[in-house]
C-alpha cells in the first residue's frame, strides 16, 4: 500500500520535472549530520548545511544569488504568561496560547532579508522572525498577530534568549558565487524530534527555487532513558525513587551508625 | 562536571548540587530538621523550575528522614500508634496537596502559590521561634531555669471526643487534633516540598503535649511516610520528580548530616531555637522580597504539550 502511494507519488513526481519547463536553477544541499545524538553530556553544537546552485542553459548569466534558510524545530504548545502588579505583589495575569509553533527556529540569510526581498514578498514567503507564522489563540479564533504584538515579542525574545530562537543576516555565506555554507547552532537544552530545513533561493528579490532538507536529534544514554521511563511509566518511575530514597537512607545510617 | 538533568531539563554542575545537597544536610542534622524548606528554595534559585524543585526535594527528604528514623526506631523512640493516626491525615493532605498542585500549575498560579506559602509560613514561624528563643537565651542569662514543658495544664484540645490511649508516649488524647495536624503538614508537604518538621514539632510538643521523648522520631514516620507517598504522587500525576537530582542531592545530604548532628550537639539548645529561627524568617523575607519587587522579566513561556 504504501510502496504503491510511493511509486504514484515519485512518477507523479517526474512527470511534473519534465513536464515544467527546464528550470534555470536548482538548489542541491545537504546537512554534515542528519542525525546528532545528544550526550549526557552535550553541550550544544553546531551543524553545517552546504550546498551549491546548479545552473544550466536557460540561467541568465551574471544572476546574484541570495538565499534564506529556515530552521523549524519540532512544534509544540506553549503558553506564555504576563506578570502585572496586584496587590502589591507581581503575579500572572493575563495569558496567551501559541499553537503547534516550533521549538526551535533559526532564520539564516546572507545578507539582511530587507535588501533580498519586498515586504510584499517577505510576507508571502515568510521571510524573517516578523513574517513567521506563530499561531495563536486569540478568543476562540486562531492567528497570527502583528509583529509588534507584546505577547508574541516576548515570546520571542524569551525563546532567543535560551539560543532556541535565532536570526542572522550573515549567517548564510557564499564560498563561490553558486557555492554556499551555513552553520546551524544547536543549543544545549535544543529539543528532539525532526528539524526541517527549508532553503529559498532569491534573485532580484524574486523566488527562483525552494528545496528542503530534514535532520534528526535524538537523545541517547542514561538522561534519556529516564525521561522517556518518568513520561510513560511514572508509576514504576515514582516506585524506583521511593525505593532509591530508602535504600539511601538505610545505607546513610549503616555507613554513620555510631554505636 | 556538568551533568544533564533529565527532568528538570536544564545541564547542572554536579558538585553545586552536591554542595548544596551538603550544606543542607549539615543544617538539617544540626537542628534535627529535614531541610526542605531551605532545599527547595535552593534549587529554585539556581533555576531549577519550581515545580520540579517541590516534586524532587521531597524524595530528598524521604532519605534523610529514613536514616533519622532507622536510629530512632532503635531507641525505641517512636510512638507507632501515634504515627498511624497522624498519617491517617498525612497521606489526605499529601493527596489534597498533589491535587492542588496540579490544579494552580494549570492555571499558571502554582510559582506564586509557592512562593506565598513560603512567604506566609516561614516569616510566621520563623518568627515566633525567633521570639521563643531569644526568650529563652535572656531567662537563661537572667539565671532562672528554662522551662521545658509544663505538664498537665489542660487546654482545650482535652475536651474533644474520640479519646485515644498512646502507650509510648503516655498520653490520652483525642485522635481529631492528630489527625488535622498531619493533614496540615502533608498538604504542605506536598505543595511546598518541606518535610514540616520545623512546624511539626513545635505543634506536637505545644498542642498535643507529646513527651520530647517520642517527638522527633514519630514527627520523622511521618515525614518519611508522607514524602514517599508525595514523590509517588508526584511521578504519576505531573512527572516532575528528577531522579538524578534527587540522587545527587540524598548523597550529598546524609552525609551533611552526620556531621551537622555532631556540631549540634556542641550549641546550646536556646542558642539552636534562635538560629534555626533566624534562617527560617530569612528564606522567608527572600521570598517576599522577590515577590515585591518588579521582575526584570515579566513574562514567562511554557511547553504544555502538544510536541509533535
Redesign the interface.
Known amino acids: 500500500m504504501r510502496m504503491r502511494a510511493l511509486a504514484i507519488s515519485a512518477m507523479v513526481l517526474a512527470a511534473t520535472i519534465t513536464a515544467l519547463p527546464a528550470r534555470a536553477e536548482r538548489l542541491i544541499v545537504s546537512v554534515s549530520n542528519h542525525r546528532v545524538t545528544v550526550t549526557p553530556n552535550y553541550s550544544g553544537e553546531e551543524l553545517v548545511l552546504f550546498g551549491s546552485v546548479e545552473k544550466d542553459a536557460n540561467t541568465p548569466p551574471n544572476r546574484n544569488y541570495d538565499l534564506v534558510v529556515t530552521v523549524f524545530g519540532p512544534r509544540a504548545d506553549m503558553v506564555t504568561r504576563r506578570k502585572e502588579r496586584k496587590f502589591g505583589i507581581w503575579i500572572n495575569t493575563d495569558s496567551r496560547q501559541f499553537l503547534q509553533v516550533p521549538t526551535y527556529l533559526a532564520i539564516f540569510s546572507n545578507r539582511p532579508i530587507d535588501a533580498i526581498a519586498s515586504p510584499e514578498v517577505q510576507r508571502r514567503q515568510q521571510l524573517g522572525m516578523n513574517n513567521v507564522v506563530l499561531t495563536q489563540r486569540v478568543g476562540t479564533d486562531y492567528a497570527d498577530v502583528v509583529p509588534t504584538d507584546p505577547f508574541r515579542t516576548a515570546f520571542i525574545r524569551l525563546k532567543s534568549q535560551h539560543g532556541l530562537y535565532r536570526e542572522s543576516s550573515s549567517a548564510v555565506t557564499f564560498l563561490t558565487p553558486t557555492l554556499f555554507r551555513s552553520g546551524i547552532p544547536l543549543p544545549a537544552e535544543v529539543p528532539i524530534g525532526t528539524y526541517t530545513v527549508d532553503i529559498k533561493l532569491f534573485a532580484d528579490g524574486q523566488l527562483i527555487t525552494r528545496t528542503e532538507t530534514a535532520f534528526e536529534i535524538v537523545k541517547v544514554g542514561f538522561e534519556q532513558f529516564v525521561a522517556n521511563t518518568a513520561r510513560q511509566n511514572g508509576f514504576v518511575y515514582g516506585l524506583a525513587t521511593v525505593v532509591m530514597a530508602l535504600m539511601t537512607g538505610w545505607m546513610a545510617s549503616i555507613v554513620f551508625r555510631k554505636d | 562536571m556538568?551533568?544533564?538533568?533529565?527532568?528538570a531539563?536544564?545541564?547542572v554542575n554536579v558538585f553545586l548540587i552536591l554542595a548544596m545537597g551538603a550544606a543542607v544536610g549539615f543544617v538539617s542534622g544540626m537542628f534535627g530538621i529535614g531541610g526542605g524548606f531551605l532545599m527547595t528554595p535552593l534549587l529554585i534559585f539556581v533555576g531549577i523550575s519550581p515545580a520540579v524543585a517541590v516534586a524532587s526535594v521531597s524524595?530528598?527528604i524521604?532519605?534523610?528522614?529514613?536514616?533519622?528514623?532507622?536510629?530512632y526506631w532503635r531507641r525505641r523512640s517512636i510512638d507507632p500508634a501515634l504515627a498511624v493516626v497522624l498519617l491517617t491525615g498525612g497521606s489526605i493532605g499529601t493527596a489534597l496537596g498533589v491535587f492542588t498542585f496540579t490544579w494552580l500549575r494549570s492555571l499558571?498560579?502554582l510559582?506564586?502559590l509557592i512562593a506565598?506559602s513560603y512567604v506566609i509560613l516561614l516569616t510566621t514561624v520563623g518568627g515566633l521561634m525567633f521570639w521563643e528563643g531569644l526568650r529563652a537565651m535572656l531567662r537563661a542569662r537572667g539565671g532562672k531555669p528554662v522551662p521545658t514543658r509544663r505538664p498537665g495544664s489542660h487546654v482545650w484540645i482535652h475536651g474533644l471526643p474520640l479519646k485515644m490511649r498512646f502507650k509510648r508516649s503516655k498520653i490520652y488524647l483525642s485522635v481529631i487534633p492528630v489527625v488535622a495536624i498531619g493533614l496540615l503538614i502533608g498538604f504542605l508537604g506536598a505543595v511546598m516540598g518541606i518535610g514540616g518538621g520545623f512546624i511539626l514539632v513545635p505543634l506536637m510538643i505545644y498542642l498535643l503535649r507529646v513527651p520530647t521523648s517520642t517527638v522527633i522520631g514519630t514527627s520523622m514516620v511521618l515525614t518519611l511516610v508522607t514524602?514517599?507517598f508525595a514523590?509517588?504522587?508526584?511521578?504519576?500525576?505531573n512527572?516532575l520528580?528528577d531522579?538524578?537530582l534527587?540522587?545527587i542531592l540524598?548523597?550529598g545530604g546524609?552525609?551533611g548530616?552526620?556531621f551537622g548532628a555532631r556540631a549540634g550537639q556542641k550549641i546550646r539548645g536556646e542558642h539552636l531555637r534562635l538560629l534555626l529561627g533566624l534562617l527560617v524568617l530569612a528564606v522567608g523575607v527572600r521570598f517576599a522580597f522577590e515577590?515585591?519587587?518588579?521582575?526584570t522579566?515579566?513574562?514567562?513561556?511554557?511547553?504544555?504539550?502538544?510536541?509533535?
Not at chain 2, 522579566?297 to 509533535?308: D, P, Q
Open positions: 556538568q551533568l544533564f538533568l533529565p527532568i531539563d536544564i545541564p524524595s530528598h524521604a532519605a534523610s528522614s529514613m536514616s533519622g528514623a532507622i536510629s499558571g498560579q510559582d506564586l506565598l514524602m514517599l514523590t509517588m504522587l508526584h511521578a504519576l500525576t512527572h520528580v531522579a538524578v534527587a540522587l540524598m548523597v546524609v552525609t548530616a552526620q515577590l515585591g519587587i518588579k521582575p522579566e515579566l513574562f514567562t513561556v511554557r511547553e504544555t504539550g502538544g510536541a509533535a
